[in-house]
């Protein structure tokens, strides 16, 4: 038999492939003589098909008219049982009405295969009828009462209406079997001849059986010609029919094992270009041909189209502390999950690192729900190899429609993804045009920045940290504000986040560093009991993660003449947290110029006591917002003096955040912390008005703060300022 296939099998054996050639010609005299079984054979086959072909044409008209009567009949059914459940009200008429409602759909989903396309036509009218026949009985209730029911009158007229298009089609379906009839005549008429034909030719059968043996080998040259022609052309699905096993079938079936496993290797290589290699999801490129026929089918069909875009909580720390392994397993994971979160019909792809995104078919409410769903699959703790490991995913979703461009679908949903995780990681948020607003306001927040940091609109202020023993101001901390020319002076709230998320906050915290530095410097000089006054400077996220932070500090230390033990640089736990060993390591590095560290906020965001071991830390500052409720929060007050006994125990001096009132101060010292700042003693100050602070007339006194090996974290300017 011809083998196409080229699927592995055993080698075709040399020996004895001449005779195979020998035996094809013994065969070819032997079909010599046999013409007329070959005649008798066509008239055979040719009955048979006759006769199947009249069966089959009988089962299928008795079918179609069978299909059509009982429609007919249950529509009659259905006038009575509506009319009925009407007038009496009861259940169990509307339940029968029902009953022969679905029986009549039904019939009507058989009535679509009716073999011509005016036959289904009709029965389409019909359906339609039908359905609005049940519309109107629905309504007949909402309108008023008529003498005999004349509500009923559309529903029996429609009902009337149905039965008559179904007629029609019964007489449709008759003219078509009398048309089939008569091909089937014909047919027969022309089997006949044919059978004739057969055994008249059925003599040169012989004679042209010879001429065919030449043209067997020719024309499997020429297949094999033509095969190499469009293998050469790229058409790796062209196959030769290969019979027997002599030198033409041992070429042909060696290049259909060659061609299969091209196009194997090709599908492969199809499918890894449009599919992400760890997951197995729909890459970028598929999925833009998948959402691309969302919105055809939504421009067609007037659907919404809803994208969901996720983007990982904490998958970079993930990658961090247990490796890119264990990263990549928990993606492969979430594909999992999230396949099974999913209805079949909808589409999610991977489209690079840790974000993916998904389409459906749904509008916002729909959306929302799927989000929710997917929320909860983060919900459950995620085994890698490594450990246990806990994520979450910020969603953003965008809705459209057929005219909604490809790329503003994308770009909303990713908008959204990032608002959602502006509003706190694990959220999901919805894409609105103010969101687009508040984009642009963004944008031109970001580039006012980079005007900004180019004309030096940043200035320095200054706030008065305070011994709180002795009213001697300790330091200074350094807070940057923003003169803007339109806006005024802007705190740091309305720019910090939008420098940090930029990388302007490299720049200004360059300047702000390099200008604190000196200012205080010259105020070391210049004022009389100032000398050993410390300056405290704020580091953030981006700072740290910047590889020539150091390098800064140690610039702004050697232009300023400021001593390091001068210098405390300010952290946050959570700066921390994020690349613990990256985080160590600079920290190192900033120990080496002898700057101090003081650990910002503590008490909020990740306390741990094994930060205060495995960082160099100087100095803990307690957070304002248990400062500012300890006075009425008998818990905040415990925790307060907790963190104090605390840095006490540690040798590590603890500065107080946010005192507003003389009760927060004269508790902390009570409670023995030593230093603390806030609005009670002074706001933050530019530098030409807290210099008149630093000279007021007076304030000068002997210096009676601790040494420099002591509790203080500085021994303390003799500048002081009235405790309450």
């Known amino acids: 038999m011809p083998r196409v296939t080229g699927e592995a099998a055993s080698p075709v054996p040399v020996v004895g492939h001449r005779r195979s050639l ?12 046999l013409p007329l079984v070959a005649a008798g054979a066509v008239g055979l086959i040719s009955f048979r098909s006759v006769a199947v072909a009249l069966e089959t044409f009988r089962a299928e008209t008795v079918e179609e008219r069978t299909l059509i009567e009982r429609v007919r009949d249950l529509l009659v059914l259905a006038d009575d049982a509506g009319e009925a459940a009407f007038e009496t009200g009861e259940p169990a008429q509307a339940e029968a009405f029902a009953e022969i409602g679905r029986e009549i759909d039904a019939g009507f989903i058989d009535l679509a295969t009716l073999s ?21 009985l629905g309504n007949a209730s909402d309108i008023p009462p008529r003498p005999g029911n004349a509500q009923l009158d559309p529903f029996h007229d429609l009902i009337d209406e149905a039965a008559a298009v179904l007629a029609d089609v019964m007489t449709l379906n008759a003219q078509e079997v009398g048309r089939k009839i008569s091909a089937l005549r014909g047919r027969e008429r022309i089997q006949l001849f044919a059978s004739l034909g057969a055994l008249l030719l059925g003599a040169l059968l012989g004679g042209l059986l010879a001429r065919r043996l030449y043209l067997s080998v020719s024309t499997r040259l020429a297949n094999l010609e033509e095969a190499a022609a469009r293998f050469g052309a790229d058409d790796l699905s062209h196959r030769i029919a290969v019979e027997g096993e002599d ?8 290049f259909n094992v060659m061609a299969d496993r091209l196009q194997e290797s090709r599908a492969t290589l199809h499918h890894q270009a449009l599919h992400d290699t760890l997951t197995g999801l729909p890459n970028r490129a598929l999925f833009m041909e998948q959402l691309q026929m969302f919105l055809v089918r939504s421009r067609r069909s007037g659907t919404t189209v809803s994208m969901l875009y996720l983007d990982l909580d904490g998958f970079k720390d993930v990658n961090d502390t247990l490796g890119h392994m264990a990263g990549d397993e928990l993606l492969v994971a979430v594909a999992d999950r999230l396949k099974r979160a999913l209805r079949a019909e909808d589409v999610v792809a ?12 749904d509008d916002v409410d729909g959306a929302m729900h799927v989000a929710r769903r997917v929320s909860q699959a983060f919900d459950e703790p995620w085994i890698v190899s490594s450990g246990v490991v806990s994520i979450g995913a910020s969603i953003g979703i965008a809705t459209g429609w057929g005219g909604t461009p490809l790329d503003e679908l994308m770009r909303q949903a990713d908008m959204a993804m990032y608002a959602a995780k502006a509003a706190g990681k694990g959220g999901c948020y919805v894409f609105h045009p103010e969101l687009d607003v508040r984009t642009e306001e963004t944008r031109s927040l970001r580039s006012e920045l980079r005007r900004a940091v180019e004309r030096n609109e940043f200035v ?4 008065p940290i305070v011994n709180l023993q002795t009213g001697s101001i300790a330091g200074v ?11 005024g002076l802007l705190a740091p709230s309305a720019f910090l986040s939008s420098a940090e998320e930029s990388g302007d906050i490299i720049a200004i915290g360059r300047r702000v560093l390099r200008e604190a530095t000196r200012q205080v410097r010259t105020w070391q000089r210049e004022i009389l009991g100032a000398e050993e006054l410390c300056l405290h400077v704020n580091l953030s996220a981006r700072q740290l993660q910047h590889p020539g932070l150091a390098d800064d500090v140690a610039r702004a230390l ?11 640089l300010e952290i946050t736990e959570t700066m921390l947290v994020r690349d613990a060993k990256a985080a160590e390591a600079e920290l190192s590095r900033l120990k080496q110029l002898n700057v101090l560290l003081a650990l910002d906020d503590f008490g909020t965001g990740f306390s741990s006591l094994s930060h205060l071991l495995r960082f160099p830390i100087d100095c803990i500052k307690i957070d304002r917002s248990f400062v500012s409720t300890m006075a ?54 530019p530098a030409d008005e807290l210099v008149g602070l630093l000279r007021r007339e007076g304030a000068l006194r002997p210096s009676t703060s601790p040494s420099r090996s002591g509790q203080a974290l500085r021994p303390g300017s003799t500048v002081r300022i009235q405790i309450p």
């Open 632 to 685: 009425v929060d008998e818990r905040s007050s415990e925790l307060v003096q907790a963190l104090v006994n605390l840095g006490n125990a540690l040798h590590l001096p603890v500065i107080a955040e946010g005192i507003e009132e003389a009760a927060h101060a004269q508790l902390l010292r009570k409670m023995g912390c030593r230093q603390g700042q806030g609005n009670l003693f002074s706001g933050p100050h």
């Open 558 to 568: 050697r232009t300023s003449a400021l001593r390091p033990d001068d210098l405390v």
């Open 350 to 361: 991977r489209l690079g690192g840790d974000e993916f995104v998904i389409v459906l078919e």
């Open 22 to 33: 020998a035996r094809r010609l013994l065969l070819a005299i032997a079909v010599m003589l």
């Open 477 to 487: 901390e350094a807070l940057v504000r923003w003169d803007h020319p339109e806006r």
């Open 460 to 463: 320095v202020f200054y706030q």
């Open 116 to 136: 011509t396309a005016q036959e289904r036509s009709l029965a389409r009218t019909a359906e339609a009828r039908w359905r609005e026949a049940s519309a109107a």
């Open 247 to 254: 030198e033409l079938g041992r070429v042909g079936y060696a």
